[in-house]
T-cell receptor, first 115, second 112 residues
C-alpha cells in the first residue's frame, strides 16, 4: 500500500518568509511525528500527534514553529519568519501506536533551504 | 529523559566482512529498540527491532542483541554488501510514551 508522503520534496525560500510543509500519513495510523534532520546529524524530535489528544509540542525549537493535524489524516508544519539555521530535512513519520505497535514509517522528507 | 549514545559514527568495512554498531540507553523503563537504515536522499526505514522481553532477534543477515542489565543493544550485519552502505540509526522508547529517542547515526561504508 501507499507509504507516508511529503510535499514539497524540496523548498528554497528567502530568510524571513513563511513556509508550510505537508505530510500525508499511512491510512489508519493514529500517531504522526515531525523530525528535523540537519546535514550529517541525527533525528531531532519536533512534535507528536496521537489521535484526538493534545499534541506533544515539547520538541519545537521556537514559537516560529507550529503544526496542525486534521483528525487522523494530513498534517502541516509551518515555520514563520524562516532563518538560515532552519535549513534542514524535515521528516514526517506515522505509526500504529494506538494498538501498541510503535514501529515508525517515515516519509522521504522535505529538504528546506533558507537563503 | 532518555539518552541514547551510538558508536561508531563512521564504520568502513570490506565486502563480506561483518559490521557491528552499538548503542547504549539511560532509561531502564525503555522497552522497544528499533533500528533504521537511511539511504542517501531518503527517509529512514525500519530494518529490525527488538523488545525488552527477548535478548536476540535475527532476520537473514542482520541481527540485534539486547542486554537489559547493561542497557545496551547492538546491530550485527554479516556478509556485508555494497548496498548495505547507508546511515544506521538506533532508537529507544517505552510504553506510554511513543516518542523514541534516536542515536546520532552510524555511516556504514562497504567497499567492494
Amino acid at each position: 500500500g501507499a507509504g507516508v508522503s511529503q510535499s514539497p520534496s524540496n523548498k528554497v525560500t528567502e530568510k524571513g518568509k513563511d513556509v508550510e510543509l505537508r505530510c500525508d500519513p499511512i491510512s489508519g495510523h493514529t500517531a504522526l511525528y515531525w523530525y528535523r534532520q540537519r546535514l550529517g546529524q541525527g533525528l531531532e524530535f519536533l512534535i507528536y500527534f496521537q489521535g484526538n489528544s493534545a499534541p506533544d509540542k515539547s520538541g519545537l525549537p521556537s514559537d516560529r514553529f507550529s503544526a496542525e493535524r486534521t483528525g487522523e489524516s494530513v498534517s502541516t508544519l509551518t515555520i514563520q519568519r524562516t532563518q538560515q539555521e532552519d535549513s534542514a530535512v524535515y521528516l514526517c513519520a506515522s505509526s500504529h501506536s494506538g494498538t501498541g505497535r510503535n514501529e515508525q514509517y517515515f516519509g522521504p522528507g522535505t529538504r528546506l533551504t533558507v537563503t | 529523559g532518555e539518552n541514547v549514545e551510538q558508536h561508531p559514527s563512521t564504520l568502513s568495512v570490506q565486502e563480506g566482512d561483518s559490521a557491528v554498531i552499538k548503542c547504549t540507553y539511560s532509561d531502564s523503563a525503555s522497552n522497544y529498540f528499533p533500528w533504521y537504515k537511511q539511504e542517501l536522499g531518503k527517509g529512514p526505514q525500519l530494518i529490525i527491532d527488538i523488545r525488552s522481553n527477548v535478548g536476540e532477534k535475527k532476520d537473514q543477515r542482520i541481527a540485534v542483541t539486547l542486554n537489559k542489565t547493561a542497557k545496551h543493544f547492538s546491530l550485527h550485519i554479516t556478509e556485508t554488501q555494497p548496498e548495505d552502505s547507508a546511515v544506521y540509526f538506533c532508537a529507544a522508547s517505552k510504553g506510554g510514551s511513543y516518542i523514541p529517542t534516536f542515536g546520532r547515526g552510524t555511516s556504514l561504508i562497504v567497499h567492494p
